[in-house]
């Protein structure tokens, strides 16, 4: 396996907010496809991230996980002290390193923490929701001077948000927070893997536009605003219902969390500038004679997060840092 890891060149060094300084801190974000794992030197200097193709199963997991820590840790010194975070999918329990649903990885239990621990000789282990590890990589590395809350929504096969406040993760009492894509805002709409109906997961995420707008051969979304463009009434629709959800989206979170930057990420973010364009005129026609929505403008807090870097990873890494 440490041959599939391909070492990329490392495209941030300069010291980062939160750094640990004491130990390494080695970052592994688990999603559908890959595994991104990433080296952080005590400093926060980014300095090695290699990536690999991910499996599913528990064995396979964990067996990949060891793998990518150990590529990325052979370089470093007999008394170089790491600590790990993961980033997976699923219901998180930050506290115990438990993993449970994590379907697309074919994980339905995993205490992914402890194992893990026991197979690195005793290391600190931290397992984060990758949302929740997604936003605090975003929040660290695009800094800003004047926010102390900003929020990740992330637009990927589902639909979730991760909250990060002066430099922390917020789960709320049970780790539910920021699972707004369990909203029902159309309660006779679209049945939801949830089990209610009309959750904003199933219109706004990158998954739900692979199914409103399935007959394309790679992304739909690109897709769906050229027919658009086109004169095709059928895929007008169906963009005008996907933005009008994501800007539901982005409506919830500025007014529950009021975060000085909204970060967009996920897969459909790929779509780039033609949907942020569309989404941030769907914001600005919902203030049309709205001065508390134009006064709060949503629009202006928007920040696609760039696809080409290591965040998630990044973030894992930071979680698993030591006050
Ligand atoms: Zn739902």
Redo the contacts with the bound molecule.
């Keep these: 396996m440490a041959e599939q890891a391909s070492m990329k060149p490392v495209r941030q060094t300069r010291p980062m907010r939160f750094a640990d300084k004491r130990r390494h801190l080695v970052g592994v974000d688990i999603g559908g496809t890959k595994i991104e794992t990433v080296l952080l030197g005590p400093d926060g200097s980014l300095l090695k991230s290699c990536r690999t193709a991910a499996r599913q199963g528990n064995e396979a997991v964990l067996s990949d996980i060891m793998t990518s820590v150990r590529h990325v840790t052979r370089t470093l010194g007999k008394y170089d002290a790491f600590s790990v975070g993961i980033g997976i999918p699923g219901q998180v329990q930050p506290s115990t390193g438990m993993v449970r649903s994590a379907v697309n990885l074919g994980i339905d239990r995993l205490p992914l923490g402890p194992v893990l621990s026991h197979r690195l000789d005793g290391a600190v282990v931290h397992v984060e929701n990758d949302v929740n590890a997604a936003a605090l990589g975003a929040a660290t590395l695009l800094p800003t001077e004047c926010e102390s809350t900003s929020v990740l929504i992330n637009f990927g096969t589902g639909l979730a948000a991760g909250v990060v406040s002066d430099g922390r993760i917020e789960h709320g009492d049970t780790g539910i927070c920021g699972e707004i ?2 909203i029902a805002v159309e309660p006779h709409m679209f049945p ?3 089990g ?1 109906h009309g ?1 904003l ?1 199933t219109v706004a995420s990158g998954g739900a536009v692979q199914r409103l707008w399935p007959d394309t051969d790679g992304p739909a979304m690109p897709e769906l605003i050229a027919q658009a463009e086109h004169g095709n009434h059928k895929a007008q629709a169906v963009l005008d219902m996907v933005i009008d959800a994501q800007a539901t989206a982005v409506t919830i979170v500025a007014l529950c969390v009021d975060p000085g930057r909204i970060l967009l990420g996920g897969g459909l973010l790929r779509t780039g500038e033609p949907m942020i364009r569309r989404l941030k005129t769907a914001l600005g026609r919902r203030a049309d004679g709205c001065a508390f929505l134009t006064a709060a403008d949503l629009g202006g807090r928007i920040t696609p997060v760039p696809t080409d870097q290591p965040i998630g990873a990044v973030g894992a890494a930071l979680s698993a840092r030591e006050d």
């Design positions: 894509g369990h939801c893997s949830c209610q959750c997961e």
